[in-house]
């Protein structure tokens, strides 16, 4: 049987972050984010730990490539983080970034990398269209690198996401994995 909780107000957060918004967000918190991010995919982490780009520091990361038209966002969507692991710690120490969104979670190297410093906020895979009018363009970086591997400066409004690795070292991955590994040994011994 299904049992649904009473669900939580989502909190509204605004960029840029403070320390003190970071420290209090918890796995599973929903969030409503207004501000400035940076879309950044694999060439967009390499030339940032490669280079200096003062513009990123203490801001967020969105693991995403857009598909822009003109001027205008069709689609953002989030892609998959753990492929970003390598880059993510050094990008954090280097900048100071204080959220990463992306979807599907990443491992214990920037686990450890967030504690007492940032968070991993998860988006929903497949709502590219929807995350797409919550946005608009502010500026674009590294044009040369194409459209989906440009750094997009985007500004969001009530962008929804979930706290899916916090500040405290907890994931909420980690946790469903671990509930599921319980459920599952009891569904094996019925």
């Given at each position: 049987?299904?049992v ?7 909190l509204?957060l ?11 967000l918890k796995i599973?918190?929903r969030?409503?984010l207004?501000?400035t ?7 967009a ?9 003062k513009?990123i520091?203490n801001?967020?990361?969105y693991?995403?490539?857009?598909v ?10 989030p892609?998959t ?14 900048y100071?970034?204080k959220?990463?969104i ?16 940032s ?5 929903i895979?497949?709502?590219a269209v ?7 363009i502010?500026n674009v970086?590294k ?9 997009w ?5 009530d962008?929804?996401?979930i706290?899916?690795?916090d500040?405290k070292?907890?994931s909420?991955?980690?946790?469903v994995?671990r509930e599921?590994k319980?459920i ?7």
């Open positions: 049987m299904l649904f909780k009473k669900t939580k107000i989502m509204k605004k960029i840029p972050l403070s320390q003190k918004d970071i420290s209090k599973g918190d969030v409503l207004n501000g991010v940076f879309t950044a995919r694999d060439k982490h390499e030339f940032l730990l490669r280079n200096n780009f513009k520091k801001s967020v990361i693991h995403c490539g857009p822009v038209k003109g001027a205008k966002i069709i689609a953002a969507g892609t983080s753990i492929r970003l692991n390598p880059f993510t710690p050094g990008l954090i120490k280097k100071g970034i959220a990463i992306g979807k599907g979670g990443m491992d214990d190297s920037v686990r450890k990398a967030l504690k007492g410093k968070v991993y906020f998860a988006a895979g497949g709502a929807l995350y797409a009018e919550l946005m608009k502010k970086y044009k040369e690198l194409g459209m989906t591997e440009a750094m400066e985007l500004e969001v409004k962008f929804p996401l706290v899916a690795m500040s070292g907890n909420l991955y980690d946790k994995y599921s319980v599952f040994q009891k569904l094996i011994k019925n």
